[in-house]
């Protein structure tokens, strides 16, 4: 069964500190995998894609990496900021799966405080 | 607008009410999706299209519910005789297209429901 697993479930950290969120799939075949940022009470943002290829990518203080062996992909926030303070989805996009091909994880809730 | 608009942006009802939640996607998008939110959770698939079809409906929780999109573009998706359980926000997204490309969703903000 194709899954989307993220962990912790939940973090609080302190401003300026670093954080690593990950994100672990039984996803197969795969096409690509998506992080999205959610604020309280908005919709889900993309904050990056990552394709097969790809084991890297950065997006301001954002980076995500991708390790299609051991399906597992992680978001590390540098010198977080309390607009960080968001729930972070991961999404894997399954190539003509159903659900529309997407798979989505539960979300990490992320708290940063002053 | 430029994204995807989604009304009433907050829905209180009464238990065994009818309610109608409406979205419009962006414009030249294909692909519409319908989500259902509880707090603390991740989005949960309830159904998508592919132009005016349902091209898959198996995320809807019962009969109760039941979505359109008769012209490819607007999309409501209609609850009957609503229960506590379904208090929730109802999250719609949409793609330039299912099959192919980059599968970046663009959410509106969502429609909180709450019954009473």
């Known amino acids: 069964k194709n899954q989307v697993e993220q962990s912790p479930q939940s973090l609080i950290i302190l401003e300026g500190k670093n954080c690593t969120l990950q994100c672990n799939y039984t996803v197969s075949p795969f096409s690509n995998l998506r992080w999205y940022k959610q604020d309280t009470g908005r919709g889900p943002v993309s904050l990056t894609i990552?394709?097969?290829?790809?084991n890297t990518k950065s997006n301001g203080r954002y980076t995500a990496t991708l390790d299609a062996d051991t399906k597992q992909s992680s978001l590390h926030i540098t010198a977080s900021q309390l607009s960080d303070s968001a729930s972070y989805i991961c999404?894997?996009?399954?190539?003509?799966?159903?659900?529309?091909?997407?798979?989505f994880g539960k979300g990490t809730k992320l708290s940063v405080k002053p | 607008g430029a994204g995807v608009s989604q009304t009433p942006s907050n829905k209180v009802t009464e238990k065994g009410k009818y309610v109608e939640l409406r979205c419009d996607p962006i414009?030249?998008?294909?692909?519409l999706y319908w989500y259902r939110q509880s707090l603390g959770q991740g989005p949960e698939f309830l159904i998508y299209?592919?132009?005016?079809?349902?091209?898959?409906d198996s995320g809807l929780p019962n009969d109760r519910f039941f979505a359109v999109r008769p012209e490819g573009s607007v999309s409501t998706l209609k609850i009957q005789r609503t229960e506590r359980g379904d208090s929730a926000v109802y999250l719609c997204a949409s793609s330039l297209t299912v099959l192919g490309g980059a599968g970046e969703l663009f959410f509106g903000e969502g429609s909180r429901l709450t019954v009473l």
């Open positions: 999404v894997v996009k399954v190539p003509g799966g159903s659900q529309g091909n997407l798979i």
């Open positions: 990552m394709t097969f290829s790809e």
């Open positions: 414009s030249g998008h294909t692909a």
């Open positions: 299209f592919q132009g005016t079809g349902a091209a898959d």
